[in-house]
């Protein structure tokens, strides 16, 4: 009697797509409430500065990831920076908003002493260097999330 | 500068949507293929304790012996009992399409002629008070040309 290999084999495979899509609400946080208001109304980037440690964290973070103090003291930082570090993307993810390629930033902004990422612009995908300086571009309609901010695009004369 | 409370909380509207695709396997798809070509719904059969699977699965839920033969698999339904259900009154979303279940929704546990399988799928009758335990369903099947190899291929079950 026929297996179920021999049976199947030139068959057919059976494969069937599917989605998993879920429309949900993400609260930021007080903290963070205060960044994102900032930004929008203002066009400011805003971090923490930790008591114990002294550095400036961006985005603000309601505990120092070092030495666990409660933060709350809110720096303005400026929003240029420089690059520390970057990757080009690519490759689409289905979960992705922008055309590849193009490329991720990680910044360290004036003032503060950690890196914030974002998308780099206005920018040469083979002139980034690491080092070069870079300034936060603003949306004209800011909406209260991280891409108020454009993209960050090199200041002239960095290149 | 120091913090100063806000009142606004800000809240975020995120999507998540993720595409994938289910391989339905050896079993599950001769299934499948059976339901979008002939219309017809296999089980099998441990031929060491005699306990079904509907869909057909390779080894048995109950004394794990392989169940390896296909011509052993036998034909059940369309027509069946109802062994359970339910209306589902309260809408909630549906993560495969991320809309909002349409209500009322009923869903039957049903028993198929032809083997003592219990098989899950929609009712076609939403009102619980025409809906009883142990009464006579059948399957509807969508028009051949429209089959996909999947479970939906089956509509509903229609009470009879």
Known sequence: MKKMGQETANKEPIVTPGWIIMPYRYSVGALASKFFVELRDNKRIIGVRCSECNRVIVPPRSVCNKCFRKLHECVELDCKGTLLTYTIVHYTPSCEWLKPPFAYGIIQLDGADTGFTHVLGEVDLDNIRIGMRVEAMFKDKRQGNILDIQYFRPLAGSL | ?160
Not at chain 2, 87 to 96: G, R, W
């Open chain 2, 1 to 160: 500068m120091q913090q100063k409370t806000t009142d606004e909380l800000i809240t975020q509207e995120m999507l998540l949507k993720i595409p994938y695709r289910w391989a339905a396997g050896e079993y599950v798809g001769e299934f499948l293929r059976e339901l979008r070509h002939s219309g017809r719904i296999y089980a099998n059969k441990c031929p060491k304790c005699g306990r079904f699977r509907c869909p057909p699965a390779p080894v048995c839920s109950r004394c794990h012996t392989r169940m390896e033969e296909r011509e052993k698999w036998v034909e059940v339904g369309p027509r069946g009992t109802l062994l359970a259900f339910f209306v589902a009154e309260q809408s909630f979303l549906v993560p495969t399409t991320g809309d909002m279940l349409e209500i009322p929704f009923s869903v039957g546990v049903i028993w198929p002629d032809g083997a003592p399988v219990a098989l899950w799928h929609k009712l076609e009758e939403t009102n619980p008070d025409k809906i009883k335990v142990g009464m006579r369903v059948e399957a509807v099947f969508k028009p051949e040309e429209q089959r996909q190899a999947n479970i939906f291929d089956i509509l509903y079950f229609k009470t009879v």
